[in-house]
């Protein structure tokens, strides 16, 4: 073991601001406070999980029909769940305290530099589709030449600071700035659960409205199997997994949630938890947006709750549906802001302290990432096409490959027959997902092209 004890301290410093971003409770600092508990952590988890991703899991269903769709999704918890386990259990064996130290400990520096630039890439494009999102609902947005307006303007009409870039710089400053400010993920803990919430509140609205038109019989019988017409519909299917991986990733939050826990151990019944908890409410929105909608469902089911739903109060309904999310999204923010400062410095500063303890580099590295998160959100014309990219690269990067790789590379040989199995599903499932997911998209792109051309 000394040769391997050698390599880990020789590692160590350029994976330390990941380990050690938050310290951990024994230390004597103004930073030291009582460690995380069972339930904060799988607030936490849960709200890096339910993110942007849940609006896009109806339309999913779908594409696939609403049998395949819902296993896909109950597939996508399992894989995940295993993936999250093999991370947890090769990080004790190498004793790393970050994603990226695991890594880096099997593959050394280069792979943990690409591990981080991976994460820096998911988590910005997913904060400027928050950004993108939370605009388009309080200010409106414009598709195809037709403008849809924003909750604010149907509010109080249209004035000056009814604006797009106004409504998202005040967000910012009143509502975002304070929030990625805390230097502990745990300090979030009551503004995830708020955000758990909302999300529940969602799926009660959604189930409450498509019961109500089952009883009146205004809506049919969903599509049970998925519609193939052609060789280009089939093909779109799989661009369905990316989408689905996007909407379990939470990875990168991992460790610094666990670096938090009271008791550490608890890590992978906190993953259970949380995991369950996201799965039932996946399956919920799913099941009930796609029998609200049918084959009306948008891309954005939130888009649906734009038009008249048939029902008494319907505009009121939308209204608390759009607001509730918005905020959602809002306290969803801080926790995937976290971990990309964390794993952007580490990129940058890879032999500095901890990022904690400076607070000059703290500050500048937040700001310096919030300003890019809002010139991206106001400048970005396409929010799909970004997010489809990226969680067909990076995000089943991080979520799929890179543990798969850990377990097959197996370090300190503690891999099993069934985490090489896993490991190898993981990565078929991956790649051919994310090709045929590039594929179609570039199909559908130059498609549209052409069709605009004719």
């Known amino acids: 073991m000394p040769s391997a004890d050698r390599k880990h301290r020789r590692r160590s410093p350029s994976s330390r601001p990941q380990q050690r971003l938050l310290?951990?409770?024994?230390?004597?600092?103004?930073?030291?406070l009582d460690g995380a508990s069972f339930s904060g952590a799988v607030f936490n988890l849960s709200t890096t999980v339910v993110g942007a991703g849940i609006m896009a899991l109806p339309a999913a269903v779908k594409q696939l029909g609403m049998v395949p769709g819902l296993i896909v999704i109950v597939l996508g918890a399992i894989?995940?769940?295993?993936?999250?386990?093999?991370i947890l259990r090769f990080s004790r064996a190498s004793k790393a305290a970050s994603y990226s130290g695991l890594v880096g400990d099997a593959f050394g520096g280069v792979a943990r530099t690409l591990l981080q630039g991976c994460i820096v890439v998911n988590n910005v494009s997913t904060l400027v589709v928050y950004m993108i999102i939370i605009g388009d609902v309080l200010s409106g947005t414009w598709s195809d030449g037709v403008h849809y307006p924003g909750v604010m303007e149907e509010w109080f009409g249209q004035y000056w600071w009814i604006k797009r870039s106004f409504l998202l710089l005040l967000t910012t400053l009143i509502v975002l700035a304070p929030l990625i400010s805390f230097k502990r993920v745990d300090s979030l803990r009551y503004t995830s659960a708020l955000s758990v919430g909302l999300a529940?509140?969602?799926v009660v609205i959604t189930a409450g409205v498509a019961i109500v038109k089952v009883i009146n019989g205004s809506i049919g019988m969903p599509r049970l199997l998925p519609e193939l017409v052609d060789q280009a519909s089939f093909w779109k299917l799989f661009t369905t997994v990316p989408i689905i991986v996007t909407a379990y990733i939470c990875h990168h939050n991992i460790h610094p949630i666990e670096n938090e826990l009271q008791d550490p151990t608890q890590m992978k019944s906190i993953v259970r938890t949380s995991i369950t908890l996201c799965l039932i409410v996946y399956v919920a929105t799913s099941f009930f947006g796609f029998l609200l909608f049918g084959n009306h469902t948008l891309d954005d089911v939130l888009a649906?709750?734009?038009?008249?739903l048939g029902i008494p109060y319907s505009s009121l309904i939308n209204d608390v549906v759009r607001v509730s999310y918005c905020i959602h999204l809002m306290l969803v923010f801080p926790m995937v802001f976290f971990s990309l400062r964390l794993n952007l410095d580490g990129l940058l500063f890879p032999y500095a302290i901890p990022i904690a303890y400076d607070n000059r580099r703290f500050f500048s590295v937040t700001a310096?990432?919030?300003?890019?998160?809002?010139?991206?959100?106001?400048?970005?014309?396409?929010i799909w096409d970004a997010f489809q990219?990226?969680?067909?690269?990076?995000?089943?990067?991080?979520?799929?490959?890179?543990?798969?790789?850990?377990a097959l590379r197996n370090t300190h040989g503690i891999a099993t027959k069934k985490d090489r199995l896993v490991s190898w599903v993981m990565i078929l499932v991956a790649v051919s997902s994310s090709a045929a997911a590039i594929s179609s998209d570039i199909y559908s792109i130059f498609s549209s092209d052409n069709g605009v051309g004719g």
Request: proline share 5%.
């Open 304 to 308: 649906n709750f734009d038009a008249d």
């Open 368 to 382: 310096a990432l919030m300003g890019f998160v809002f010139l991206g959100a106001n400048f970005v014309p396409s």
């Open 23 to 32: 310290p951990q409770q024994h230390k004597h600092d103004d930073l030291a």
């Open 200 to 202: 529940v509140v969602f």
């Open 79 to 86: 894989i995940t769940d295993a993936s999250i386990e093999m």
């Open 389 to 406: 990219f990226t969680g067909a690269t990076a995000t089943v990067s991080v979520g799929f490959i890179f543990p798969a790789a850990v």
